[in-house]
C-alpha cells in the first residue's frame, strides 16, 4: 500500500476518533489519517476529533499557550517519528498484536524514513506544537492510493494526528486547513484521502468538505488486513 516516489515510501492512516464502536474505538482523531505509515510515502490519518470550522491556522493569532503549527524540516526527523508512533499506537495500538505492532512501527516511523520523506520536494508536512512538545502532525504529496482513477498531478492528504490530550479544541480542522491550503497552492485538483472503514466521524467530517466514497483497499499491519475506505473530492 501506499506509493513509491524515488527512495519515499509513504505508509500512513488517518486517526478517527476516540470512541468506543462496538468493540473497537472509532480511529482517531478527526481523522487519525489515512495511510498510516509514509515511507513508501504512505499514511493513515488520525483525527478523532470534531474539527468545527477549518479555519486556516496561518490566519489566527494564537494566544499566548496556544498551541502553534508550523512546517516541519529534515531536523524535525526524530521528533517526528517519535510523535507519529505515539499516535499511532493510542490510536489503533489496541487492534493489532503486539509483535505486528512493534514491527509495523519499527519500518514505517523509523527515523530514516521521516527524514527522506521531510527532504523530498513533492511531499509536506506540518506539526501542532505546544511550547517545545510536538502533539499532533499531517502529511500531503503525491496521491499513491490503489484506485484506477488516480492521475498524475492529483494530492493526497497522507496523514492527520492529534494526540487525545489536545483534541476537541479544533486544531485536526486548522491542521486540514493548511494541508488543503499546500494541496491546491497552485489551483484545484483532484484530492484523495485513505480512512479507515469504521472510522465514521472522520467520513463524516470529509463527507462535509465533498469528499466521496470511490473505493477500497486492504491496509497491512503485520497479519492483520484493515479495510480501508478510499475517498476523492474532483474539480470544480
Known amino acids: 500500500m501506499g506509493e513509491s516516489t524515488g527512495d519515499v515510501s509513504y505508509p500512513g492512516r488517518h486517526a478517527p476518533s476516540p470512541q468506543p464502536l462496538s468493540r473497537k474505538r472509532e480511529r482517531g482523531n478527526l481523522h487519525a489519517l489515512h ?18 470550522n477549518a479555519s486556516c491556522a496561518c490566519c489566527l493569532m494564537p494566544l499566548p499557550g496556544e498551541p502553534t503549527i508550523r512546517r516541519a524540516t529534515p531536523e524535525d526527523a526524530g521528533a517526528l517519528s517519535r510523535l507519529a508512533r505515539r499516535t499511532f499506537v493510542e490510536t489503533f495500538g489496541h487492534l493489532y498484536p503486539d509483535e505486528d505492532l512493534q514491527a509495523f512501527l519499527a519500518d514505517a516511523y523509523a527515523v530514516d524514513k521521516q527524514r527522506i520523506i521531510l527532504e523530498h520536494p513533492d511531499y ?85 468538505h465533498g469528499f466521496e466514497h470511490v473505493g477500497e483497499y486492504e491496509f ?8 480501508e475506505f478510499i475517498l476523492r473530492r474532483g474539480v470544480g
Open 35 to 52: 495511510h498510516r505509515a509514509f515511507p513508501r510515502l504512505q499514511g493513515k490519518h488520525g483525527m478523532g476529533e470534531s474539527a468545527g
Open 124 to 208: 509536506a508536512v506540518w506539526l501542532l506544537e505546544q511550547g517545545d512538545e510536538a502533539v499532533g502532525h499531517a502529511a500531503a504529496g503525491p496521491c499513491g492510493l490503489p484506485h484506477p482513477d488516480v492521475a498524475q498531478g492529483d494530492g493526497e492528504l497522507k496523514r492527520l494526528y492529534v494526540l487525545e490530550s489536545h483534541q476537541n479544541g479544533g486544531w485536526g480542522g486548522r491542521l486540514f486547513s493548511e494541508v488543503l491550503a499546500w494541496l491546491e497552492r497552485e489551483g484545484p485538483r483532484t484530492l484523495w484521502i485513505g480512512v479507515w472503514s469504521e472510522n465514521l466521524g472522520a467520513q463524516r467530517f470529509y463527507a462535509r
Open 220 to 227: 497491512p499491519v503485520g497479519r492483520v488486513r484493515d479495510r
